[in-house]
T-cell receptor, first 116, second 112 residues
Framework: GAVVSQHPSWVICKSGTSVKIECRSL??????MFWYRQFPKQSLMLMAT?????????EQGVEKDKFLINHASLTLSTLTVTSAHPEDSSFYIC????????????FGEGSRLTVL | QKEVEQNSGPLSVPEGAIASLNCTYS??????FFWYRQYSGKSPELIMS????GDKEDGRFTAQLNKASQYVSLLIRDSQPSDSATYLC????????????FGKGTTLSVSS
């Protein structure tokens, strides 16, 4: 399978600050990456589709000005949670699929955000 | 509307038994279906994918797909305590582009 790496794994921040999470595809190029969020005992909820070189596509109910996504290269997408609040505390997971693959997505290790 | 439904469980089976996990989906034209396993605090890992009606076997795992009934299942034979995890059904729906839509997951507990 393909390798997707995410950093940081854990982050604790104060309310009102911004946090950046990086997602890298290590052994393949990803023109598209996906950002998911998972609250405790809930499923993965798609937040946005990150497109290399263009604007991200956000799912309904996800604030694009709060969750800034940048996909500047074929191997890196970043998610910045701006002005974080305690309700943003969650497990954020990125994923990507190989171009020409069979459609499965490979997931990063996830980033657990805790906003105090 | 993008929906993937799973029974949240927990599903409890004894070691060595067959565990049966079920999933239904709302988008009739969906073509790609996946089962992921997620341990607590970890990200999902792919177990199986299935694209055509019928059964697909990989080791102790068998995925079954019935597009007419919009139903996909996962059977785990000879269940082991290490199989205890949450199993997520994921569907690629036309509305979602190339993203996957996940069910809430079924928690499986295998007792030794």
């Amino acid at each position: 399978g393909a390798v997707v790496s995410q950093h940081p794994s854990w982050v604790i921040c104060k309310s009102g600050t911004s946090v950046k999470i990086e997602c890298r595809s290590l052994d393949f190029q990803a023109t598209t990456m996906f950002w998911y969020r998972q609250f405790p005992k809930q499923s993965l909820m798609l937040m946005a589709t990150s497109n290399e070189g263009s604007k991200a596509t956000y799912e309904q109910g996800v604030e694009k000005d709060k969750f800034l996504i940048n996909h500047a290269s074929l191997t890196l997408s970043t998610l910045t949670v701006t002005s974080a609040h305690p309700e943003d505390s969650s497990f954020y997971i990125c994923s990507a699929g190989r171009a020409g693959g069979t459609g499965e997505l490979f997931f990063g290790e996830g980033s657990r955000l805790t906003v105090l | 509307q993008k929906e993937v439904e799973q029974n949240s469980g927990p599903l409890s089976v004894p070691e060595g038994a067959i565990a049966s996990l079920n999933c239904t989906y709302s988008d009739r034209v969906s073509q790609s279906f996946f089962w992921y396993r997620q341990y607590s605090g970890k990200s999902p890992e792919l177990i199986m994918s299935i694209y055509s009606n019928g059964d697909k076997e990989d080791g102790r795992f068998t995925a079954q797909l019935n597009k007419a009934s919009q139903y996909v299942s996962l059977l785990i034979r000879d269940s082991q305590p290490s199989d205890s995890a949450t199993y997520l059904c994921a569907v690629r729906m036309k509305e979602a582009g190339t993203a996957l839509i996940f069910g809430k997951g079924t928690t499986l507990s295998v007792s030794s």
